[in-house]
């Protein structure tokens, strides 16, 4: 079975510009998750999907993000435009179930290392 | 303050020896618990998870949770060189299905 994949594995972009990061989630997980670590911090909970629905994007820090679940597989997380501090790595993770069902376990794909000059 | 505090380390400690790693976290509604590892340029990886509070074991790992002192654990025994890696406790609250991380400790097994 694969795994969580992610696209680029590193991007390298100016200030201003923009850059999209996709994640593809394990076949059949409902529940897809996008997080951030900068560097020296915790990781950090950037938005929840249910299938197309976005269920929780409370860490989402400000419009300048956009995130997308078209039809409820793949995911794009849009960065426009791009900040300093924007950079870090992008993770995402899926689940099949939920802690309502008390079967629960977040797959995470390796990252995307985003550098922002 | 963070919500979930974890010594960054580095710890080293030699093969054959048992790891203790440890998270304090501030959030009483916290209930279901996770020690996730990562290895270099991965992603985290589920090693064990708990609800509530009690022992948790699975081969040489084994998990704590004391609520009452708002304390994780995570033991390793007979650590191994390929347990060298960054280790992340992670908890969230019960319906509630964002993460909260601490920030990771680094551990190098010598052999």
């Known amino acids: 079975e694969a795994g969580v994949t992610q696209f680029p594995s590193h991007s390298v972009i100016e200030k201003g510009q923009t850059v999209t990061l996709r994640c593809d989630p394990i076949s059949g997980h409902d529940n897809l998750y996008w997080y951030r670590r900068v560097m020296g911090k915790e990781i950090k909970f950037l938005l929840h999907?249910?299938?197309?629905?976005?269920?929780?994007e409370s860490g989402m820090p400000n419009n300048r993000f956009l995130a997308e679940r078209t039809g409820g597989t793949y995911s794009t997380l849009k960065v426009q435009p791009a900040e300093l501090e924007d950079s870090g790595v992008y993770f995402c993770?899926?689940?099949?179930?939920?802690?309502?069902?008390?079967?629960?376990?977040?797959?995470f794909g390796p990252g995307t290392r985003l550098t922002v000059t | 303050q963070k919500e979930v505090e974890q010594d960054p380390g580095p710890l080293s400690v030699p093969e054959g020896a048992i790891v203790s790693l440890n998270c304090t976290y501030s959030n009483s509604a916290f209930q279901y618990f996770m020690w996730y590892r990562q290895y270099s340029r991965k992603g985290p990886e589920l090693l064990m998870y708990t609800y509530s509070s009690g022992n948790k074991e699975d081969g040489r790992f084994t998990a704590q949770v004391d609520k009452s002192s708002k304390y994780i654990s995570l033991f390793i025994r007979d650590s191994q060189p390929s347990d060298s890696a960054t280790y992340l406790c992670?908890?969230?609250?019960?319906?509630?299905?964002?993460?909260?991380f601490g920030t990771g400790t680094r551990l190098t097994i010598i052999p």
């Open positions: 993770a899926s689940s099949q179930d939920s802690l309502w069902t008390g079967s629960y376990e977040q797959y």
């Open positions: 999907f249910v299938k197309e629905s976005k269920q929780d």
């Open positions: 992670a908890t969230t609250n019960f319906g509630n299905e964002k993460l909260t």
